[in-house]
């Protein structure tokens, strides 16, 4: 129970759902739907007046229909038609068709309805000629779904014998309001957390309530006792519930049922064997962030100041884990500044965290040992943001910063990547070289660093937030998770004795917000089914639409079953415990601040440093080498043995940051679509957007006989490779990206084969290519460095073509170089407009996936086809198609920079 695959968890979200009620003894929460009986259950009662009592309506309350029923809920004894008789504090004057008889005249729909003449209290009444047995009330607003508003917000039935002496016997409300003050797990906070809840599962399965506690009571008692753990008393008092219930109580007396069988769960749970050495709780007070994009947290967070640093020391009690009674410790006050993403070192001694002083200072590295509460070290200055810590073998620590000075390549701020600080002399390098910001690292098991990224090389960018991993030197980062799902995933985690990782399923927009999920890594790399949701009543949000209210973030293992995290019950995050099978408890929550990124405060047996490997005579030169075994593994039998000549070496370059004169950077970029590569909102075709982002060609080298490879390529660039014929037609791209650490030796198989897989047996073989030493990149002919379609591509079309096709063809197609008052060539937008040539939709919200050989680029572009044609017997030259076609199979960029397009040169 709990447990939903990724692939059925958006269609189950989107069924429709009956009005949510749920009873912790303290009155009714009602989710009120205005297009459906809302009905509120009482112990039956004798009573010749019922009365709905509408509290504190912001607006005059409507109402088409009240309906009354008896035990057996079939016959409505409020109808007219049964001689009941309808009344009101008042009704709204001046329309026919809002009139108190309406409320039970049998018809619904905002055209037979009542509407009273104010806000604030007023009530609906239906009184019986003589006394009857009651027991539910049904109302709706307009249940032909014609109006939502004026829904009441909470509640009260009361009845009456004589008209004067009235009893409450139901409330219901329509928000949950939390506890108004204070901390911890106490009674309010659970009742509070219990109720919150169910009306989020309610959403997702329409199980009575209570026997879905019961259920989960049941399961939970049957695993304990697989674990060997003695339950006999835990079956006894579900036995008891289980009697309780066939008596089917009602009202409060269920409510009161329902809070007795949450709290038995609870109390279970929390003795589970696993949770001994759960003793302290590392976690940080901060107020929401609520960014605009996931990235942008540093540019538009909406959150203020205040929290700090803080341990949750938990005791036991009877065998179990008492939140209840647990103590708090402010490690670090971050007064009018904010604290984030703290860790402790393996000795669980010092914590590292990111801090800003203010909301307009850049977040800096800070550390505080155990022992010294309140005194905090600052480890990095400058104006770059810092956070993110995580604690390498031997005490360097990897971070995020946006000290790799570049813009976001598709919005309007800064980027940030992974670095490494020296624990010795406190020098800082780059482990990523990414142009797209990074997030959340961890240390996984073999001492590699699993992080997110960002990379959307030639496809959308809403779904190219992955996990991948890297060593601790930067070298041989590889995709762990995540192409080609519709899902981004954020505080990635290994979970013990376990092949999963734990992380939270996210969106392109907002926050780091979304439901926990386990990966199962046997099922592969790309495949959805691979991610099972332990918190399926959270759907997962796609594109710009993420969760800010009833949802989950910041997942860290206790054990392979059970996970610490932060969640959201309503509007508040506070820390929780949760298990795999979809149970969840509260630990500690707080009024007026949130409770984020917890961990287990505990000795944590770390790996071995990671040998490092390199090459010195590459290193002095900046250089790392490839080694390809065979690019024509992976291409699949359409493309001939034979076909791949050349592999194109590209580049994705990187957006500089401008530096102002105080030394900091530019944090905005805006209008940002005018610090594109292309200005895809000013020029686009049937293909969809060309590429925004700059591309650059390296060089190409020769492919052997047998299919290898073997060459150096400059470090410390964002490069990926291309598979070329012998007529430099693309035949298959990389669409993700590659980088090298100085002197850095890496190799693969093929061209898209699976990562996993060895060269087969019969090819167990010294490559052709290693029999040499590694051949230099070939440099195109109008040199290596970013691609400029005017200065390579245009000088063709001026040679060739302009004498025809110029600014008077009768056809529209114009060649010259001529700009118009957007900036762009008039060449360049007919080959784009015209759908002349092929490309991968750059557009932000494309749904990628992998592309078979040769279905893209120059082999798909009508453009060839016409040149091959012997178009009016104009022949280009080698050297000239292979400008052109290099341009189109860097997915057509326009400028090799960002420059601010208003400073570009004018028509």
């Not at 002399?425 to 997030?439: F, K, M, T, V």
């Not at 598979?723 to 980088?739: H, T, W």
């Not at 897989?757 to 290596?784: C, F, M, Y």
């Not at 063809?809 to 759908?835: H, K, N, W, Y």
Request: aromatic fraction near 10%.
């Amino acid at each position: 129970m709990g447990r939903l695959r990724a692939g059925a968890m958006k269609i189950l979200y989107s069924l429709a759902v009956w009005c949510v009620c749920v009873s912790f003894s303290l009155g009714i929460f009602m989710q009120f739907e205005p297009d459906r009986p809302n009905r509120l259950e009482f112990p039956e009662v004798l009573a010749r007046h019922i009365r709905l009592d509408l509290v504190g309506a912001p607006t005059e309350p409507c109402i088409d229909e009240l309906e009354v029923y008896g035990s057996e809920a079939v016959v409505n004894l409020a109808a007219a038609r049964a001689g009941g008789i309808a009344s009101a504090s008042s009704c709204l004057p001046g329309y026919t068709i809002h009139q108190v008889p309406h409320l039970n005249d049998g018809l619904y729909g905002n055209s037979h309805s009542w509407i009273a003449a104010g806000a604030g209290s007023q009530w609906a009444q239906i009184t019986f000629s003589e006394p009857v047995s009651v027991s539910s009330v049904v109302f709706s607003r307009d249940r032909t779904g014609g109006f939502r508003d004026r829904v009441p917000r909470k509640v009260e039935v009361r009845v009456s014998l004589d008209g004067v002496t009235w009893e409450r016997v139901a409330t219901a409300a329509s928000e949950l309001d939390p506890p108004g003050s204070g901390a911890g797990a106490g009674d309010d906070w659970l009742r509070y957390a219990f109720a919150c809840e169910e009306v989020s599962w309610k959403r997702l399965d329409d199980t009575d309530y209570l026997e879905r506690m019961l259920q989960q009571y049941r399961e939970m008692i049957d695993r304990f006792a697989g674990q060997g753990c003695e339950v006999e008393r835990e079956r006894q008092t579900l036995a008891g519930f289980q009697a309780r219930v066939g008596k089917r109580p009602r009202g409060e007396l269920r409510g009161a049922l329902a809070w007795e069988v949450r709290m038995a769960k609870r109390r279970l749970f929390l003795s589970a064997p696993e949770l001994r050495d759960l003793e302290r709780i590392l976690f940080v007070k901060r107020q929401p962030y609520e960014p605009s994009h996931n990235y942008s947290v540093i540019f538009d967070a909406a959150g203020g100041p205040g929290g700090g640093v803080c341990i949750l020391d938990l005791p036991r009690m009877e065998g179990r884990l008492a939140p209840e009674r647990a103590r708090l410790r402010v490690l670090f006050d971050a007064g009018p500044g904010v604290a984030r993403d703290p860790v402790a070192t393996p000795e669980a001694d010092t914590v590292y965290f990111g801090y800003r002083e203010d909301m307009q200072s850049p977040y800096h590295l800070q550390r505080v040992s155990l022992a010294k509460p309140g005194r905090a070290v600052q480890l990095t200055d400058g104006p770059f943001h810092d956070y993110f810590p995580c604690v390498l073998p031997g005490g360097d620590l990897a971070f995020i910063s946006t000290r790799c000075r570049a813009r976001f390549l598709c919005w309007r701020p800064q980027a940030f990547v992974l670095f490494r600080r020296d624990a010795e002399g406190g020098q800082i390098r780059p482990l990523s070289y990414a142009n797209l910001s990074e997030w959340t690292p961890s240390l996984m098991r073999d001492g590699r660093i699993l992080w997110m990224r960002s990379e959307y090389l030639d496809k959308g960018a809403d779904f190219g937030h992955t996990l991948w991993a890297i060593r601790p030197d930067g070298a041989h980062p590889e995709l762990v998770f995540g192409n080609n799902t519709l899902h981004c995933y954020a505080n990635g985690r290994e979970v013990p004795d376990s092949r999963e990782i734990l992380c939270t399923l996210v969106s392109h927009g907002g926050d780091l917000n979304g439901p926990i999920a386990l990966i199962d890594m046997a099922q592969g790399r790309y495949a959805p089914e691979a991610i099972t949701s332990i918190t399926p009543d959270v759907p997962p949000h796609y594109h710009m639409s993420w969760p800010r209210t009833q949802c989950f973030r910041d997942p860290y293992p206790v054990t392979r079953d059970y996970f610490l995290c932060s969640h959201a019950p309503r509007d508040r995050f506070g820390i929780y415990l949760i298990d795999r099978f979809g149970n969840r408890e509260l630990l500690y929550i707080d009024a007026e601040m949130g409770s984020m990124s917890p961990s287990v405060l505990r000795p944590e047996q770390i790996p071995s440093q990671m040998p490092i490997g390199v090459d010195p005579e590459l290193a002095e030169q900046g250089l790392g080498t490839l080694v390809l075994s065979n690019v024509n593994a992976g291409l699949g039998d359409a493309v001939a043995h034979d076909r791949v000549r050349f592999v194109r070496v590209c580049e994705e370059v990187k957006s500089p940051l401008e530096q102002l004169a105080d030394g900091s950077y530019r944090t905005d970029h805006e209008p940002f679509e005018d610090w594109y590569a292309t200005p895809t909102h000013r020029v686009r075709g049937p293909n969809g957007w060309p590429s925004y982002v700059a591309k650059g060609v390296l060089g190409i080298v020769p492919v052997e006989a047998d299919g290898s490879a073997y060459f150096s390529v400059p470090a410390g660039k964002v490069i990926y490779l291309q598979a070329l014929d012998a007529e430099f037609n693309e035949i298959q791209r990389m669409r993700s990206v590659l980088q090298m650490q100085p002197g850095e030796v890496r190799g693969c198989i093929g061209c898209h084969e699976d990562r996993m897989s060895a060269p087969p047996a019969k090819e167990q073989r010294i490559p052709l290519a290693l029999r040499n030493v590694p051949k230099r990149l070939t440099p195109p002919e109008w040199g290596a460095g970013p691609f400029d379609y005017s200065a390579v591509v245009q000088p063709v079309w001026d040679r060739n073509c302009v004498p025809c096709h110029g600014p008077d063809d009768p056809d529209g197609i114009q060649l010259q170089a001529a700009l118009d008052p957007e900036r762009v060539p008039a060449s360049f937008r007919t080959l784009i407009e015209g759908g002349w040539v092929h490309y991968f939709d750059y557009n932000w919200g494309q749904e990628h996936a992998k592309a078979e050989p040769m279905t893209f680029g120059t082999l798909q572009s009508p453009l060839f086809k016409l040149l091959d044609s012997d178009h009016y017997a104009v022949q280009l030259t080698a050297e000239e198609l292979q400008r052109i076609k290099c341009w189109v199979d860097l997915n057509c960029p326009l400028w090799s920079d960002y420059r601010f397009r208003p400073e570009r040169p004018e028509a």
